[in-house]
């Protein structure tokens, strides 16, 4: 419940925002209001774990817990109502429902990116509610089929391995989003400072 407040606070604010990623249009960015440190600690305290104990070999130097990116994603009437074929900018992602009422919209995954089979679906499964969770590799393709009605918010966190050879690319895309939102700051601010002269 405080996250989703903190997020919806965020929206009311005005306040100048970026898009969560480069295909999701409805969310937040949550380093952005201040969550980093937090999620810097969850990522040490709980997703490393279970990286090393699902994944093994491919986590064994651990996460990063300074290289992430965090951000909610909204899905509804107005809003996304689906997201293509893709794969994300993480060796490890985690996908909690925050709350859904909703039909359709389930996350399908397809094979990984490289392999013969990575345009081919192979497992389908929806989130069954606040708190539901799934943990996958960020090369796993995925999508999201089309929401029919309803709606749904999930956290997203796109983690990075310690020796990760996105680190580059992932890097330069935060990079990004943390100048647009400089710009766009620097820019209200300006516009304030002359409306109070």
């Known amino acids: 419940d405080l996250l989703i407040e903190e997020v919806q606070a965020f929206e009311a604010s005005g306040l100048p925002r970026v898009r969560p990623n480069a295909q999701n249009w409805s969310g937040a960015i949550l ?3 201040g969550m980093g440190d937090f999620f810097s600690q969850f990522i040490s305290r709980c997703l490393e774990p279970l990286a090393k104990a699902l994944f093994g070999r ?3 130097q651990g996460l990063d817990p300074a290289d992430h990116h965090a951000f909610v994603v909204s899905y509804g009437e107005g809003k996304d109502t689906s997201l293509d074929l893709h794969m994300d900018d ?3 992602t985690f996908n909690m429902c925050l709350g859904a009422a909703c039909s359709g919209g389930e ?4 094979g990984t990116a490289g392999d013969e089979d990575e345009d081919i679906p ?3 499964t929806r989130f069954e509610g606040r708190g539901h969770a799934i943990l996958h590799l960020g090369s796993r393709k995925h999508r999201v089929g089309q929401l029919i ?3 749904r918010l999930n956290l997203v966190l796109w983690c990075l391995d310690k020796n990760s050879i996105l ?3 992932s890097c330069k895309y935060y990079d990004d989003l943390t100048e647009e939102l400089s710009r766009r700051t620097q820019t209200n601010i300006s516009d304030l400072g ?4």
């Open 31 to 33: 380093n952005e209001i």
């Open 90 to 92: 993480s060796d490890l």
């Open 107 to 110: 996350l399908v995954f397809h």
């Open 167 to 169: 680190a580059g690319n």
């Open 149 to 151: 009605s309803g709606w």
């Open 122 to 124: 192979t497992l389908t």
């Open 194 to 197: 002359q409306q109070n002269t």
């Open 58 to 60: 491919q986590f064994s």
